[in-house]
């Protein structure tokens, strides 16, 4: 079945600055990539989703990327701000619609 | 719109007790999901209805495990005589599922903890 892997696990870039957050997969068959952000005791909140024709989007800050030949997918979020301290996930679906996720990155944003 | 309502939010039982987790999925979605997340596993599929019938519950444990969803306003999952490894943050989601949309919305879960 589709596995998933999330790099980094930790990551602390200061304010102002740029942070990186990369997923690969391993299905080809995968259809539709999303980045969920998970603030201390709350749900999932979904920031964006891209299907497998899009190879790039871009909104608010936020960028994602998919490279379908390296089955790799990124999420860069520009200029961070302290609001942005979080843990980020990516999740993929092929078309059963299960959502298969990364282990999750804990994004830490210094003043 | 008020999203996704899980309740409760927090529920302690004791080993060998039932729990009902309870989920109101955004109104005109068809699709109900629920996921586990732990410390250890991280985010784990459970099951998902569409259109209240059940359409795939393969994360779903064999034993002590069910889910409903008997009307379009809201899905039940319960656990029979819970178990300290069932600790968890149970999360809901909804989804239109329709026209190419996979998007799902989650509520902010249910915590259980099992003493």
């Known amino acids: 079945g589709e596995q998933v892997e999330q790099r980094p696990p930790h990551l602390s870039v200061r304010e102002g600055d740029s942070a990186i957050i990369i997923c690969t997969y391993t299905?080809?068959?995968?259809?539709?990539f999303s980045w969920y952000k998970q603030e201390a005791g709350a749900g999932l909140q979904l920031l964006m989703s891209?299907?497998?024709n899009v190879d790039r989007k871009e909104e608010q800050g936020l960028t994602v990327l998919l490279n379908k030949k390296d089955k790799r997918l990124s999420l860069n979020l520009t200029a961070a701000h302290p609001g942005d301290s979080a843990v980020y996930f990516c999740a993929v679906s092929s078309s059963n619609y299960q959502l298969i996720w990364g282990s999750g990155t804990k994004l830490i944003i210094k003043p | 719109n008020a999203g996704v309502i899980q309740t409760p939010r927090h529920k302690v039982t004791g080993k060998g007790q039932e729990a009902t987790l309870w989920c109101e999925p955004i109104s005109g979605h068809s699709a109900v999901f629920w996921y586990r997340q732990t410390i250890v596993q991280g985010l784990e599929f459970l099951t998902y209805f569409r259109n209240q019938a059940p359409i795939d519950d393969s994360g779903m444990p064999k034993e002590r495990f069910s889910a409903q969803m008997p009307n379009q306003s809201h899905s039940t999952l319960k656990i029979q005589s819970t178990q300290p490894q069932d600790s968890a943050v149970y999360l809901c989601?909804?989804?239109?599922?329709?026209?190419?949309?996979?998007?799902?919305?989650f509520g902010p879960g249910t915590r259980l903890t099992v003493l």
């Open positions: 299905d080809s068959a995968t259809a539709y």
């Open positions: 989601a909804s989804s239109l599922v329709r026209g190419g949309s996979y998007e799902q919305y």
């Open positions: 891209v299907l497998s």
